[in-house]
């Protein structure tokens, strides 16, 4: 790793800012947010000029926020990336104003920090949901807002109608193209990657539609649990926090049509319409269609770990579940017929994030059986934890018969391209503070992605619906493989 030189950058003109960070003391600035600006400090990507400042209810002064963010940030920037004189630049950068989000008159002293503030303000909710509204109001009516960018995190909302209620009124505050809702799995490099290995190459693209794609899987699995993170979790779940933002995005990302071009709203309009012409689940499909697990104890890299229901701050009786697996089918010419697996879940067997796209067989086998069996022919991307694609064929093994085995043509990234990899909260954070929409996602789509998980969420909330149970470090409740099974196919670790 430390033979790697950073990443190539064409970064234009770096443009002065001021990062006011809400929920300044919090977790997520903790352990996302400073540690990306510091990144991008290092690296020489921001502004000489731009300025942070972190907000909070906290009663701290500057000084004592800088001593917050030695003791509690520093520790969590990687150690090979601290260079001393750099931190120092990076904390001179900082400031703080202590400020009770939920009393508009606190405002006055925002609005007296910004004053001579430079560039253009932009305004980072790293704080609970139920705080973007009251914030967003009086930002408004402190006179705050014009020219100035928002920034709201997940989850935005708990389903359609809340998310819609937040949409509404921030709305009302700032038009959307100053708003900035972040999926961070769009600023993963790898993520980032499909585009160019869709779009760049010609090679794949006829291949890529139902005449010759058998099934496609994306899998985002986890070996972490809740982390401490159980009161939220449990009011949010699975399908909730992974499928309907970073799934149904990477789907809709593998499924779209060729944007015309990258701008923002280019790309935004292609996956919307992925979204939009998801075949609706009801009733009876949802119960065939949709699996929907919870972990119990089990070992994971051999050691014991506790059962979901056993974790902090989550009921002894709670029904949210850990993993979700489903079928999904895009209703347009291109997928039409097509199973989508997807599936997501904590406590899994192993932290992967893949996407394997199976190609049909070919119609007739002159070289005997080996050539019509499944998955002699795939794609498979792997975006975490390395990235590499992997293109899956058969060939003769040497010798006098003709028999088929597998071989494959893999392409590792990390070895391929020397580069650190920039993190994808230090990416996005520089295309907020450069104004670029691309990567994040508009209400529209987020919006068609509320709808089409609706009903899976009403049909859970049925009181006599349950979450299947699974052992700690599986991959996930039996019902999950019977789901793939039924469509004459299994999960890629199945197969051996
Ligand atoms: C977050 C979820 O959005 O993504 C977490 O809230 C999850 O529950 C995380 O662990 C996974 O992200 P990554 O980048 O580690 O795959």
Request: hydrophobic share 45%; proline share 5%.
């Amino acid at each position: 790793m430390n033979a790697m030189t950073p990443a190539p950058t064409s970064q234009p003109d770096l443009l002065d800012f001021s990062f006011v960070l809400f929920g300044g003391t919090g977790d997520l600035a903790m352990r996302k947010i400073l540690p990306a600006l510091y990144a991008a400090h290092r690296d020489g990507m921001l502004a000489p000029g731009g300025k942070i400042l972190a907000v909070a209810i906290t009663a701290l002064d500057c000084n004592g926020y800088l001593a917050w963010v030695e003791e509690h940030v520093k520790p969590r920037v990687p150690e090979s990336t601290i260079d001393d004189a750099a931190w120092l630049g990076f904390l001179g950068r900082i400031s703080y104003v202590r400020l009770d989000a939920a009393q508009p008159d606190s405002f006055a002293s925002l609005a007296e920090a910004l004053r001579n503030a430079p560039g253009r303000r932009i305004f980072y909710m790293a704080t609970g949901p139920a705080l973007f509204v009251p914030i967003c109001s009086a930002l408004g009516a402190a006179g705050l807002t014009e020219g100035a960018s928002v920034v709201l995190e997940k989850p935005l909302g708990h389903d359609l109608e809340s998310s819609t209620a937040i949409n509404d009124a921030v709305g009302r505050i700032f038009s959307e193209d100053q708003i900035y809702r972040i999926d961070h799995y769009l600023g993963k490099e790898a993520v980032q990657n499909l585009f160019a290995l869709r779009f760049g190459n010609s090679l794949f693209e006829p291949l890529w539609r139902r005449e010759w794609v058998e099934s496609i899987q994306i899998t985002v699995a986890e070996e972490l649990g809740v982390e401490g993170r159980g009161n939220f979790y449990d009011q949010t779940g699975a399908l909730r926090d992974m499928v309907q933002n970073h799934l149904l995005q990477l789907m809709s990302i593998v499924a779209m049509e060729p944007p015309q071009s990258m701008d923002a709203d280019a790309v935004r309009d292609e996956k919307l319409r992925v979204l939009r012409a998801l075949k609706p689940l009801r009733g009876d499909e949802i119960r065939q269609n949709v699996v929907r697990g919870q972990y119990q104890t089990g070992s994971i890299n051999g050691a014991g770990v506790p059962a979901y229901r056993s974790e902090a701050g989550v009921g002894m009786d709670s029904r949210t579940e850990t993993f979700v697996a489903l079928k999904a089918e895009v209703e347009n010419w291109r997928w039409a017929g097509v199973p989508f697996f997807l599936r997501t879940g904590k406590r899994l067997a192993a932290r992967v994030a893949e996407i394997v796209v199976n190609f049909r067989t070919v119609p007739h086998s002159t070289l005997g059986p080996t050539a019509l069996r499944p998955g002699s022919n795939r794609l498979m991307i792997r975006l975490q934890p390395t990235e590499s694609i992997r293109l899956t064929a058969l060939a003769k093994q040497p010798g006098l018969g003709m028999t088929l085995q597998d071989v494959y043509l893999d392409l590792a990234f990390d070895q391929f391209f020397q580069h650190e990899r920039m993190e994808a909260y230090q990416r996005l954070l520089l295309d907020v503070i450069a104004g670029r929409l691309a990567l994040f996602v508009r209400r529209d789509e987020q919006e068609a992605a509320w709808k089409w998980v609706a009903p899976i969420i009403d049909h859970w909330a049925a009181p006599e619906s349950a979450p299947k149970l699974y052992a700690s470090g599986t991959w996930g409740p039996a019902a999950s493989s019977a789901l793939l099974a039924r469509h004459n196919t299994c999960w890629l670790e199945e197969e051996n």
